[in-house]
């Protein structure tokens, strides 16, 4: 009996050792494709301003809310943004300081993290964020934003 007890724990920790791996590179697989998203939409979408890699990348139904103003733009309002951008004098771009990203169950992924906003190559802003990703078959689409806890960038050397 205390045989049979022993084979049997081992084969659960087996069980349980394979599955633990297993969900590591799921979520090491998750992180690779938002950082891919998050790659596309920042630093092509916004940094190079393509406003069709943009409209394919958010929801149709996208909220953006802000610690400022709450509700905040509208897709249509964030295309119209993003396009008329390219006319400014200086060109205003986003690097990702660092970033988590969870799993949502079936829907898809919930990313939080950091970010600054330089203006012409210079660090004038940071800010966090919270964006949740939705999964289409094999696409992903920003569906939520929330953004928040805006600083000057030199308030941040402490």
């Not at 139904?61 to 802000?66: A, N, P, R, S, V």
């Not at 295309?79 to 400014?88: A, E, H, N």
């Not at 190559?121 to 949740?132: A, R, S």
Request: one cysteine or more; glycine letters at 6%; hydrophobic letters at 40%.
């Amino acid at each position: 009996m205390i045989n049979t007890l022993v084979l049997f724990m081992l084969f659960l920790s087996r069980q349980a050792l394979a599955y633990t791996k297993n969900e590591h590179i799921r979520k090491n697989l998750l992180h690779n494709e938002i950082i891919e998203m998050d790659h596309q939409l920042f630093d092509y979408a916004f940094n190079q301003c393509d406003a069709a890699l943009f409209r394919k990348i958010i929801a149709d139904d996208i909220e953006f809310y802000d610690n400022q103003y709450g509700l905040n733009i509208s897709r249509g309002e964030n295309v119209k943004d993003l396009i008329g951008r390219q006319t400014r004098f200086q060109k205003v771009t986003r690097k990702l300081n660092f970033c988590t990203v969870e799993k949502l169950g079936d829907f898809g992924a919930l990313q939080i993290g950091e970010h600054t906003f330089l203006s012409s190559d210079i660090p004038h802003l940071t800010g966090k964020f919270i964006h949740i990703w939705e999964r289409k078959g094999k696409n992903w689409k920003l569906k939520r934003v929330i953004s928040y806890e805006h600083k000057p960038f030199e308030d941040n050397l402490d």
